[in-house]
């Protein structure tokens, strides 16, 4: 799992670099500036919530968690992967929950779960 305290400093740097306040994020997610000050602090991981919408605000999720930007990811994928991730993309929700259940249960055994 990645670490509170780096998540939150990435989130910080991100928030400033997209010209956001703490209270517009807040404002944006009914949450309170404290909580938003929590997840910078590396106290609280940010909300399912934030993590759903924070890219259509402009936010770099993989950065986000991983600390690398999501260009160096997709330079990473194969061919195969690649070509997952688009049909995936171009799935309805419904789809992609599918999905998602399917990769679940063709995990092997003892792997962690990603993301």
């Known amino acids: 799992m990645p670490n509170k305290a ?6 910080r740097e991100q928030r400033e670099a997209l010209g956001l306040t703490q209270d ?29 919408q924070a890219p259509e605000w402009g936010f770099d999720m993989i950065y986000l ?10 330079r990473e994928l194969t061919a195969d992967e ?4 688009d049909t995936y993309r171009g799935a309805t929700d419904d789809g992609k929950a599918l999905a998602r259940s399917v990769l679940g249960m063709a995990q092997k055994p003892g792997a962690k779960a990603r993301g």
């Open 6 to 11: 780096s998540i939150g400093k990435r989130l």
């Open 65 to 74: 968690l991983t600390g690398r930007r999501a260009i160096e990811a997709i």
């Open 82 to 85: 690649a070509a997952l991730l």
């Open 24 to 52: 517009t994020l807040a404002a944006r997610l009914g949450k309170s500036r404290n909580t938003i000050g929590a997840w910078e602090r590396g106290e609280q991981y940010p909300s399912a919530a934030f993590m759903a």
